[in-house]
């Protein structure tokens, strides 16, 4: 009989069991990043070393190419989460949207983007580019704007002081140079280090150091969805935070490999390459807190190149909240 009552008792835990964790179900949450770049490595460091299931999150990533794009998926209920430039929570605003996008996430502090020349120069200075063919980024977005700042900083007219290409959509930008397109171009990584090892072109200099930190790439949402979900926020930047912080704390061989299956096409070497490259600048952020100097120097980039209306407020659409308490661990 005691045999009996324990089997019993033993057949009651492990459905206790198996009906408690029904319950600890995670919640869903989509991401929609605007492209799949090595830009964006503490975001898949996150999900790789699960950082996003310890807080009881189950990530849905999307790739969404274009920042327009993304903005229409966020705004239509497809995707909870954008990863973009900041500049189209801008954007939005200007166009006198409702609800507000608001930024709640910083992931990378600099622009990503290097300037390739097609010839080897021993000394570079962007007075060679008077008069050259200038492959840059698509108008109005981030590496596009940041471009135009710099080289007005060094006193070029992009309108004409050289032929500005920039009706070639971003995918094939790298593409087109390598096809003949251009005597320098505006290129992310892994392209600018892949070009470099097959001889197609030469860094010879960085956008991202040449025009300071900005917003460059920012987590956001609507603000409808922080007013319902402010725990599902928290939670999201608390797992970001975590990714910013072990790749601050790795190597940029040890990120390569734990990231590499997101780029698989690409070869190792030139992965840690292009991550030491980011890491040395400055690019990812250790932290997910958007300031507001970064915020007005993103806005005096986009003024210079024509895109901003009217100065936005910072405290209407950067809610640094959920970043600050992420960074105290609460």
């Known amino acids: 009989m005691k045999r009996y009552v324990a089997l019993g008792l033993a057949a009651c835990?492990?459905?206790?069991?198996?009906?408690t964790g029904c319950s600890s179900t995670s919640e869903k949450i989509r991401i929609g990043e605007v492209t799949r770049s090595l830009f964006y490595a503490?975001?898949?460091?996150?999900?790789?070393?699960?950082?996003?299931?310890?807080?009881?999150?189950d990530v849905e990533l999307s790739t969404i190419p274009g920042g327009d794009k993304v903005m229409s998926a966020l705004l239509s209920g497809g995707i909870e989460v954008a990863l973009v430039g900041s500049e189209t929570s801008i954007y939005v605003s200007q166009q006198g949207a409702a609800d507000v996008v608001v930024n709640f996430a910083q992931l990378t502090q600099t622009d990503g983007t290097f300037l390739v020349a097609r010839n080897q120069t021993d000394h570079f200075s962007f007075d060679q580019l008077k008069g050259s063919v200038f492959l840059g980024q698509r108008k109005g977005g981030m590496p596009q704007m940041v471009g135009e700042?710099?080289?007005?900083?060094?006193?070029?007219?992009?309108?004409?002081?050289?032929?500005?290409?920039?009706?070639?959509?971003f995918k094939n930008i790298a593409s087109s140079f390598a096809s003949g397109t251009g005597e320098y171009v505006q290129l992310f990584e892994p392209e600018a280090s892949?070009?470099?090892?097959?001889?197609?072109?030469?860094?010879?200099?960085?956008?991202?150091?040449?025009?300071?930190?900005?917003?460059?790439?920012?987590?956001?949402?609507?603000?409808?969805?922080?007013?319902?979900?402010?725990?599902?926020?928290?939670?999201?930047t608390n797992a970001?935070?975590?990714?910013?912080?072990?790749?601050?704390?790795?190597?940029?061989?040890?990120?390569?490999?734990?990231?590499?299956?997101?780029?698989?096409?690409?070869?190792?070497?030139?992965?840690?390459?292009?991550?030491?490259?980011?890491?040395?600048?400055?690019?990812?952020?250790?932290?997910?807190?958007?300031?507001?100097?970064?915020?007005?120097?993103l806005q005096e980039i986009m003024d210079a190149a024509g895109e901003l209306k009217q100065r936005a407020d910072y405290t209407r659409l950067v809610n640094t909240t959920f970043a600050k308490q992420a960074k105290e661990g609460k």
Do not use: C
């Open 13 to 19: 835990l492990v459905l206790f069991a198996a009906l």
């Open 42 to 57: 503490p975001q898949y460091v996150a999900l790789e070393k699960g950082f996003f299931k310890e807080e009881g999150l």
């Open 149 to 169: 700042y710099v080289l007005k900083k060094h006193h070029i007219n992009p309108q004409s002081d050289l032929e500005l290409i920039q009706n070639i959509e």
């Open 194 to 236: 892949r070009f470099e090892q097959e001889g197609i072109g030469h860094v010879v200099a960085s956008f991202g150091k040449e025009s300071g930190t900005v917003p460059y790439t920012v987590y956001m949402t609507k603000q409808s969805y922080i007013d319902s979900n402010a725990s599902t926020i928290q939670k999201f």
């Open 240 to 297: 970001v935070y975590k990714g910013q912080q072990w790749v601050a704390s790795h190597s940029a061989r040890e990120t390569a490999e734990v990231i590499g299956k997101y780029f698989e096409q690409i070869d190792p070497q030139i992965l840690e390459n292009a991550i030491q490259r980011y890491l040395e600048q400055g690019s990812y952020a250790t932290d997910p807190v958007l300031d507001e100097e970064e915020w007005n120097r």
